[in-house]
C-alpha cells in the first residue's frame, strides 16, 4: 500500500511537473521567481571620446540587462554632463562633488547615486609646469593662467585650496586666473605658452609625461590623500518613477566599477580596447594604454557622509553656501548600490 502510494505520488507530481513546463512554454503562467519588467529599459547618457565609462563597462559586462544604453554624445564637461541629467536630455551623468552640490543648492532635483571617479597613487589629477618655468610656490601663481576642463568644478575647487592652504589672500587667489581647455589640448596650451599651468590628469598627463620637459606643482592627491571626487546622479523624478530600473542602473554600475578595482589593470585596459573598437565611434583609443586605477576609494562606489562634508566645508568656507544650508546626508542615496551598507554582497 505505501509502496503504491509513493509511485502514484510520484508520478502525480512528474505530470503535474510536465504540465507546468508547458505552461510556462506556452506563456499560459509566471514563474514565482520571475523578476517583474523593469519601468523602462532605455538609459540615455553621455559619453567621453577615447574613454569607457563605468555606465558602458556594465553595459559590456552583462550587468544592466535588460536595461539598454542610448548613447547620445559625447562631453568633456561634469557640469555640463549633470546639468544635463537636470534638464532631462540624458537619464545619468556624472561630476565632481562640489559641481553637485551647487545645482542641488540651486534646488536641482537630483541625487548621487554611485561615486566613479577619484585620486589615488596611480590616478590623481597634476598642476604642471615647464621645466624652464620660473613658478616654483604657490605664490609665484598671483598674475598667472592656469588651464583647467572646465570652471567651477574639481580642479578649480582643488586649485584654490592648494592657494589657500599656502597663505594666498582671497583678494591675491582672484589674481589667478582660471582658463578653461578642453583636456586633450591641456598639454599643447602649457607648451605653447597660453597658459603657464596645466591640470593633467591619467593618460593625458602621462603622455605628457613620456614627451619631456614638464613637472608636477603639485597633486590633488597632496592635499587630500586617496579620494572619491565624484558621483554619478539620477533625477530625483526618475527614481520615483523607476525604483526597479534605477537599482538595476546602479547596481550595475557599483558592480563594473568593483570589477575594475579587483581586476587586473592588463585585462581591463584589453577590455577598454575592445568596447571602443566594437562602438566604431571613430576616436582614438591610444589612451587606454594608460589607465591604471578606477581611483575611486571605496568598494564599488559606496558614498559616505564623510567625502561630500569635505566639499560642503570647502563651500561654506569660501562664502557660497550659509553654515548648515545643505546636509549631505540629503544629497545621496546608496539605497541601489550592490555593496551598500547591510546587503550581503557588501562583504564578498
Do not use: C
Amino acid at each position: 500500500m505505501n509502496t503504491l502510494f509513493r509511485f502514484t505520488g510520484a508520478r502525480h507530481r512528474a505530470t503535474r511537473g510536465l504540465l507546468l513546463a508547458g505552461a510556462l512554454a506556452l506563456g499560459l503562467v509566471t514563474p514565482a521567481f520571475a523578476e517583474p519588467p523593469l519601468e523602462q529599459t532605455e538609459i540615455r547618457y553621455q559619453g567621453w571620446a577615447g574613454q569607457v565609462t563605468f555606465i558602458e563597462l556594465a553595459d559590456d559586462l552583462g550587468y544592466l540587462a535588460p536595461l539598454k544604453l542610448k548613447w547620445v554624445g559625447n562631453t568633456i564637461s561634469g557640469p555640463q554632463d549633470i546639468q544635463t541629467v537636470v534638464t532631462g536630455d540624458i537619464d545619468i551623468g556624472g561630476a565632481f562633488y562640489g559641481a553637485i552640490l551647487k545645482l542641488i543648492a540651486a534646488r536641482a532635483p537630483i541625487k548621487a547615486v554611485v561615486g566613479y571617479y577619484g585620486s589615488d597613487a596611480n590616478t590623481y589629477y597634476g598642476y604642471y609646469v615647464k621645466d624652464d618655468s620660473p613658478i616654483k610656490t604657490a605664490r609665484d601663481l598671483i598674475g598667472k593662467k592656469v588651464a583647467v576642463n572646465t570652471l567651477g568644478a574639481h580642479l578649480e575647487f582643488v586649485l584654490r585650496e592648494y592657494l589657500a592652504r599656502n597663505g594666498l589672500s582671497a583678494s591675491e587667489a582672484k589674481q589667478v586666473t582660471l582658463v578653461a581647455i578642453p583636456p586633450v589640448s591641456g598639454e599643447q596650451a602649457l607648451r605653447q605658452g597660453q597658459v603657464e599651468v596645466s591640470a593633467l590628469s591619467g593618460v593625458l598627463r602621462d603622455k605628457a609625461l613620456d614627451r619631456g620637459g614638464i613637472h608636477s606643482l603639485f597633486n590633488d592627491t597632496d592635499l587630500f590623500g586617496q579620494f572619491t571626487g565624484g558621483s554619478y546622479v539620477l533625477r530625483d523624478k526618475f527614481i520615483k518613477d523607476n525604483p526597479d530600473a534605477s537599482r538595476r542602473l546602479v547596481e550595475g554600475i557599483s558592480r563594473a566599477i568593483a570589477w575594475a578595482q579587483t581586476t587586473p589593470p592588463e585585462e581591463v585596459r584589453a577590455r577598454f580596447d575592445r568596447i571602443i573598437a566594437d562602438r566604431k565611434r571613430n576616436e582614438d583609443a591610444s589612451s587606454i594604454k594608460y589607465w591604471k586605477s578606477t581611483g575611486v576609494a571605496s568598494k564599488g562606489g559606496v558614498i559616505s557622509d564623510a567625502e561630500i562634508q569635505v566639499w560642503i566645508d570647502w563651500l561654506e568656507k569660501d562664502g557660497l553656501f550659509k553654515p548648515g544650508q545643505i546636509k549631505a546626508s540629503d544629497t545621496f542615496t546608496n539605497a541601489f548600490n550592490y555593496f551598500r551598507p547591510g546587503k550581503t554582497a557588501d562583504a564578498q
